[in-house]
């Protein structure tokens, strides 16, 4: 079973940046695609971005292309999330999530096996 572990959020400025991790427990070698998601209060949960774990391909949501990055360490086993040019819209908990079948659909919440317990990010204006 994969246990993800998210850090970083909290609080940034309008125009601002944060940076989020996530590190992946082993046996992370079962997962295709890492990705991150957030969920705003009374909205459904948004798909950012996805990072194909092995080959390196990134994705991303229309809302944060441009201004988000997403990216792997060395060992990828911890994916990151550089947000910069914050906008009090990016205001959410912020999800990572493992996908280990491999089937691509990266913007797909169902498609995820594994999530972390979300992280805070709040962007004041």
């Known amino acids: 079973q994969v246990q993800l572990v998210e850090s970083g959020g909290g609080l940034g400025q309008a125009g601002g940046s944060l940076n989020l991790s996530c590190a992946a427990s082993r046996p992370t070698f079962r997962i295709y695609f890492m990705g991150w998601f957030r969920q705003a209060p009374g909205k459904e949960r948004e798909f950012v971005a996805a990072i194909s774990r092995v080959q390196g391909d990134t994705y991303y949501g229309d809302s944060v292309k441009g201004r988000f990055t997403i990216s792997t360490d060395s060992a990828k086993n911890t994916v990151h999330l550089q947000l910069n040019s914050l906008k009090p819209e990016d205001t959410a908990v912020y999800y990572c999530?493992?996908?280990?079948?491999?089937?691509?659909?990266?913007?797909?919440?169902?498609?995820?096996?594994?999530w972390g317990q979300g992280t805070q990010v709040t962007v004041s204006s």
């Open positions: 999530a493992a996908e280990v079948n491999g089937y691509g659909y990266v913007s797909h919440a169902d498609e995820y096996d594994y």
